[in-house]
């Protein structure tokens, strides 16, 4: 079974940075299309970045609105792992973060595109 690990979360005062890891397992991690999403207390979960398995693509990133010009997805296909550099983060980005894939060559923006997800990890931005 697929598995997904996200670290990196925290405590951070607004403005600052933080960046969260996913670690993949169990899976030919190159040939998959991962995908960074969360979820605020009574909010629906919201898609915030994804990055294709075509990484070397023009097209292969794919950011929300909300998060556009201050966050950064990568991946590093030798470690089996996809990254979300968040900078000048607001009250607003707090939320439990989920990494997520699904084995396909184009990005996915919609939650029911990805057939993997792992346990999240909690991001809190003080103001």
């Known amino acids: 079974q697929v598995q997904l690990i996200e670290s990196g979360g925290g405590l951070v005062q607004a403005g600052g940075s933080l960046r969260l890891s996913c670690a993949a397992s169990?899976?030919?991690?190159?040939?998959?299309?991962m995908g960074w999403f969360r979820q605020a207390p009574g909010k629906e979960r919201e898609f915030v970045a994804g990055?294709?398995?075509?990484?070397?693509?023009?097209?292969?990133?794919r950011y929300g609105d909300s998060v556009k010009g201050r966050f950064t997805i990568s991946r590093d296909n030798a470690k089996n792992t996809v990254y979300l550099q968040m900078n000048s983060l607001k009250a607003e980005d707090t939320a439990v973060y989920y990494c997520?894939?699904?084995?396909?060559?184009?990005?996915?923006?919609?939650?029911?595109?990805?057939?993997?997800w792992g346990q999240g990890t909690q991001v809190t931005v003080s103001s």
């Open positions: 997520a894939a699904v084995r396909r060559l184009t990005t996915v923006v919609y939650e029911g595109g990805y057939d993997y």
């Open positions: 169990r899976l030919s991690f190159s040939s998959y299309t």
């Open positions: 990055i294709a398995s075509r990484s070397w693509s023009a097209d292969s990133t």
